[in-house]
Structures are given as C-alpha cells and as structure tokens.
C-alpha cells in the first residue's frame, strides 16, 4: 500500500531536491524510495521507473528554469537581455545543480509535457536573440552557440575546473560580453 499522501508530484519534489543534494547522475529510485519512506516496488505506483522519473525532473526543471529566465529577461533586449538570461542560467545552475543537469536532455519526442517545457525554454532563448534581430535558421544556430556556452561555462565552474585566480564572475561577465559581440554580427 502506498504511503498515504504520497502523490507523483511529491516523488518528483523529493527527487528533484534529492538530485540537488547528490547530483543528477547519482540518482536512483532506491534513493528516492528510502526518502520519501517507501518500499522500493511501492514507489512504482507512483512513477514508471528510472527513465520516467528523470523525465518529470526534466519537465519541472525546464519549466522553473523557463520561469526564471522569464523574469530576468522581461522588459530587456539586446546585451541587458542576454545578460539577464546567462545570469539567470548560471544563478539556477549553481542552486539547484541536479535540476539544471536534468535541463540538458532534448525532450522526448514521445512526451507532450517535455515537449512543450522545452519549447518554453527554448523560446525564452529565441525572444533574446530577436533582439539580435535572428530568426528561423540563424536564430537556431545561435541558440545552440549561446546554449553551449552558457552550459560549457556553467559545467566548467560547477566541476571545479578554474583554478586560477582571477575572478570567475568576471571571466563570466566578459564571456557573455562575447557572445552580445558574436551575436551582433551573427553571420
């Protein structure tokens, strides 16, 4: 019997925190079960399994990450935006890091709700570089420039991978400085 209250939502809440605390990658079912206080078979009434679970993380990861980077760019354009949303990727990334990692994944073709929170994202990213004036192809291929920077960057600090001196907010600030310049001339 499940325990009571226990509801699909509560597991993903608990996952998600789970997956802040330990990572992404180290995230099992078992350690959900035994955090949300159930019997390991008992968790399946509430997920479908591993996949399932990483998927509904993704889904409300995309969708907080969406409502962040929303806020942080409205009423912006151009460098101010694109300052905004790379200060709201690496702000979200750094507090809760196992639900920025579940960010990455493409949505599953086959997942309506994955689907459309990725779109949200993505289309937070399209909104900034309109104000680069880029659209259709052009604004695809800047988005993946913008997406891996901001991710390679974002991954590079989380894993300890700066070990000189100067500033990282700097070095971060400049990187973004960049990019508005790239993004300027996009070809």
């Not at 760019?73 to 101010?80: D, E, F, I, L, M």
Request: proline share 5%; charged share 20%; glycine share 8%.
């Amino acid at each position: 019997m499940p325990r009571a209250g226990l509801t699909p939502a509560i597991v993903v809440e608990q996952a998600a925190q789970l997956a802040d605390e330990i990572g992404l990658d180290r995230l099992t079912l078992a350690g959900v079960a035994q955090r949300v206080g159930v019997a390991l078979p008992s968790l399946y009434k509430h997920v479908r399994g591993a996949e399932a679970l990483h998927q509904q993380l993704a889904v409300r990861a995309l969708e907080e990450l969406t409502a962040e980077a929303t806020t942080a760019v409205a009423g912006k354009a151009g460098r101010q935006a694109l300052h905004a949303l790379a200060a709201a990727f690496r702000t979200y990334a750094q507090r809760r890091p196992g639900r920025y990692a579940a960010t990455v994944r493409a949505p599953d073709p086959t997942d309506p709700a994955h689907i459309a929170a990725g779109e949200g994202a993505v289309n937070v990213i399209y909104a900034v570089l309109d104000g680069y004036d880029l659209s259709g192809k052009r604004a695809v291929d800047a988005a993946r420039c913008l997406r891996s920077t901001l991710h390679g960057f974002i991954a590079l600090q989380a894993a300890g991978g700066f070990g000189l001196p100067q500033d990282v907010d700097r070095s971060y600030e400049r990187t973004i400085d960049a990019l508005d310049r790239a993004l300027s001339t996009w070809p």
